[in-house]
């Protein structure tokens, strides 16, 4: 596996690529999300790959298996191919937002209680809480700092 951060032209099969990985990440983690849920967030997800100020891609050999997105302090975004999930990668992506790039800050969904014992676990701690997501959705959202 490689960590690489995409500079310049984010191409259309890349974002598509990370697009698939986000669907499969959000399926198997974020079990309160409906179909309908699901289908509505992917426009934000796509806008968010292409203006977030760093996109940093986990690939194994060309296949991208993951991705985390900074914008200035905060990790706005890190997801993993399931087959990738407990096996270091977000932990060494967490490590790289911190150290390479400032990062302090990030929001979980609450009812996602994997990433939120995962930023814990990485030093984080809850500061506020949401009761609604960016969408305005009743998906609260925990937001932690280290």
């Excluded at 849920?37 to 292409?50: F, G, N, S, T, W």
Aim: charge should be negative.
């Amino acid at each position: 596996m490689k960590i690489q951060e995409i500079q310049g032209n984010r191409d259309s099969g890349l974002l598509d690529a990370l697009t698939e990985v986000w669907n499969e990440s959000v399926r198997t983690s974020h079990h309160f999300l409906s179909e309908p849920d699901i289908e509505q967030l992917k426009p934000y997800v796509d806008m968010a790959l292409r203006e977030v100020e760093h996109l940093v891609v986990v690939y194994c050999g060309q296949q991208a298996k993951g991705f985390m997105g900074i914008q200035g302090d905060k990790i706005e975004m890190l997801f993993l191919s399931p087959e990738c999930i407990g096996q270091g990668w977000g932990s060494i992506l967490v490590d790289r937002a911190i150290g390479f790039y400032g990062a302090t800050k990030v929001d979980v969904n609450e009812q996602n209680d994997q990433a939120t014992r995962f930023y814990l676990h990485q030093g984080f701690r809850i500061m506020s809480r949401d009761a609604l997501d960016e969408q305005g959705n009743l998906f609260p959202i925990l937001h932690l700092t280290r």
